[in-house]
């Protein structure tokens, strides 16, 4: 088997998750506890006033763990969230902000699609052995097959091979920031945040790195949907992409009629799954969802919980009546 078909066929790499390890005295030190960082115990619950709201709030709910949701019909403008001004793990659902960096480039004539690039391959080390964790160059691909792997399969290797062609995390940030969005950032390349997940419950405590809140991954969704940011062929190419995805069979889509068309991008890492993307109706009807959870019992807990968010959310949205107008365009 060829390393390209050899990739093809293996499980979604996001989806692996380490085992615990201790963190060093730096991984402490970046822990915040939920209550300190966001005061819930003075703040109290939030009321909501629309019925979507309420229903979200509902299926939202999370005793055991933290769920954060945010969404928004881009023909109307209605947004909804829980928790959404919360930083979540982003794990591989960052991968979008990185293909679109990446096309960036490849508009502005750096880099294109047939380039090749070599997959980075981690090299075995110890968690937290350093700052950065060692890879070594693979297979040769095109940057179009690099992204393919990356976005409908959510392969590492190929991901770590686009973002070091980028310029890594830093440049990755710097066009999310140019794109005026805040509460996003990532800081480590996808070796070492496998390579050191685990230390950490995302349910108890919030580390800010490589994390981002609900609202900001839905303002990235909408931005790059409506072409704010990439040319015509690049924004088609990575919706397109989302569009193949075959991660999270149990996660947006399961929640939705199979007429419903899902641009998606999933991400796992210890005890947290997430899923993020445009649903696009039969009749035209546009929306951008992100949603991440946290505790849940179990992976496939949370993913039930990912389910009837998106459902919520779907139904909630269809039964606001007819005022709408056609919105799908790619």
């Not at 909804?80 to 679109?100: E, Y």
């Not at 440049?171 to 999310?176: C, D, I, K, L, M």
Request: a neutral charge.
């Amino acid at each position: 088997m060829t390393a390209a078909a050899s990739l093809a066929s293996a499980p979604a790499q996001a989806d692996q998750v380490t085992p615990n390890a201790q963190p060093t005295q730096q991984v402490v030190e970046v822990q915040n506890t939920f209550d300190a960082l966001f005061g819930t115990q003075m703040r109290g619950p939030r009321t909501y006033s629309t019925v979507l709201g309420q229903q979200l709030a509902a299926v939202a709910e999370a005793s055991d763990g933290r769920i954060g949701v945010a969404a928004v019909d881009l023909a109307t403008g209605h947004a909804v969230d829980v928790l959404g001004d919360q930083r979540f793990p982003m794990a591989s659902t960052s991968k979008v902000a990185i293909a679109a960096t990446f096309l960036e480039g490849v508009d502005q004539g750096k880099w294109s699609l047939t380039s090749e690039f070599p997959l980075m391959i981690p090299v075995r080390s110890a968690p937290f052995s350093s700052a950065v964790a060692p890879v070594r160059p693979g297979t040769y691909m095109t940057a179009g097959r690099l992204m393919e792997l990356m976005l409908t399969r959510s392969n590492n290797y190929a991901t770590d091979a686009l973002l070091k062609v980028v310029g890594g995390p830093a440049a990755v940030n710097e066009w999310v920031r140019r794109a005026g969005i805040e509460d996003w950032h990532i800081d480590r390349d996808i070796a070492t945040l496998v390579r050191d997940d685990g230390a950490i419950d995302p349910a108890a405590v919030i580390d800010k790195r490589d994390s981002a809140t609900p609202l900001a991954m839905v303002r990235l969704l909408t931005g790059i949907y409506q072409g704010k940011w990439l040319s015509p062929s690049s924004r088609k190419i990575l919706l397109d992409t989302m569009g193949r995805c075959v991660t999270g069979k149990r996660r947006i889509v399961a929640g939705l009629p199979e007429t419903v068309q899902v641009l998606h991008k999933t991400g796992s890492l210890h005890n947290t799954s997430s899923d993020i993307g445009i649903i696009e109706t039969p009749d035209g009807r546009v929306f951008a969802v992100a949603i991440y959870v946290t505790g849940q019992g179990s992976r496939p807990g949370r993913e039930a919980r990912i389910a009837s968010i998106a459902r919520t959310i779907y139904n909630g949205y269809l039964a606001e009546g007819p005022g709408y107008h056609h919105t799908a365009s790619r």
